[in-house]
């Protein structure tokens, strides 16, 4: 068992004013049964995040304040706090209290146990019938799609160990999907359970906009099968429309007596389906081209604004 050990937790927040000072009451009396650190980055947030923040920093050496110049996005934020993170083993927690922080200390058992990565996944969701089909449609989606499988009913309340934090911070990729990063390595891993409680106060930061592309992006980050898919999808066309030719020439050259007229049933339908097919194959394409196009740039992924206790 280890007993000298350096504890990080990585809270991205934003817009988050309403949680962040229940958070820490809810959150220190845990952690300071350990050397800790607990570093929140601040994703560019409109309200008084980042002033809470900063107020409990200068309480507290052991809360760091990273504040971005803008939005940059969920998995970004958490990134940054992987790249700063000194912790033996890192918790990644939301900021939104649906998330209990007690459960940290099975998770830190079952690391001492030697569990490299240590998910935390949800028995019950008190959230809509929308939201928890969404999730479970997804779930099978990706599954279906990737290469690497990702555990079901977990987000990215986890705990993983400093050597699959040093895999993440020397993956280039831009587009970050966390839960397949973290999956992909291979390393060992368990589960702990809980239930999911409702957001307590302010709104989702994730709507149906955000969640399908996350979701696109969870796909296209984790699968080349979309663009297999869309081949076998060509493919399929091009043999119906193959027969359609030979049909219509047999019945024209063979078939005199009947009465031949153009239908546009026909020729409408013909078209629908092979521009379906067509818009949905470029669709896919131009996904991959988009993100390899953004990786190119070479751009920062986030700007830093301000770091406190850092």
Not at 74 to 100: E, W
Not at 187 to 209: A, I, L, M, W
């Amino acid at each position: 068992m280890k007993k000298d050990f350096l504890l990080s937790v990585i809270i991205p927040a934003y817009n988050e004013q309403g949680n962040i000072s229940d958070l820490i009451d809810k959150l220190l009396p845990v952690v300071e049964k350990y050397s800790y650190e607990i570093i929140f980055v601040d994703d560019g947030s409109k309200d008084a995040t980042e002033e809470e923040i900063r107020k409990a920093a200068h309480e507290n050496k052991n809360i760091k304040l990273i504040a971005f110049t803008r939005n940059f996005g969920h998995q970004t934020a958490l990134t940054c706090g992987y790249s700063h993170a000194k912790g033996d083993c890192v918790v990644t927690i939301d900021a939104d209290l649906q998330d209990p922080p007690e459960l940290i200390h099975d998770m830190v058992k079952k690391w001492q146990e030697g569990f490299k990565i240590v998910y935390a996944k949800r028995q019950i969701r008190d959230e809509s019938f929308f939201k928890t089909m969404t999730a479970d449609l997804f779930y099978d989606l990706i599954n279906l799609l990737s290469q690497t499988p990702i555990p079901r009913n977990v987000g990215d309340y986890r705990l993983i160990d400093k050597e699959v934090v040093a895999l993440l911070n020397e993956m280039p990729e831009r587009f970050r999907f966390l839960r397949g990063m973290v999956a992909w390595g291979g390393f060992k891993s368990t589960f702990v359970n809980f239930d999911r409680k409702k957001r307590e106060s302010g709104q989702t930061h994730y709507p149906v906009s955000k969640m399908i592309g996350f979701a696109l992006n969870g796909i296209v980050s984790f699968s080349t099968r979309p663009l297999r898919i869309a081949t076998f999808i060509g493919i399929l066309a091009s043999i119906v429309g193959l027969v359609g030719i030979v049909y219509a020439i047999y019945r024209r050259l063979f078939l005199p007596s009947l009465y031949w007229v153009p239908g546009w049933t026909a020729t409408f339908v013909a078209i629908m389906f092979f521009g379906g097919v067509q818009l949905i194959t470029i669709g896919i394409i131009g996904e991959y081209i988009g993100k390899i196009y953004s990786e190119i740039q070479g751009r920062p992924q986030y700007l830093i604004k301000e770091k406190i206790n850092l």
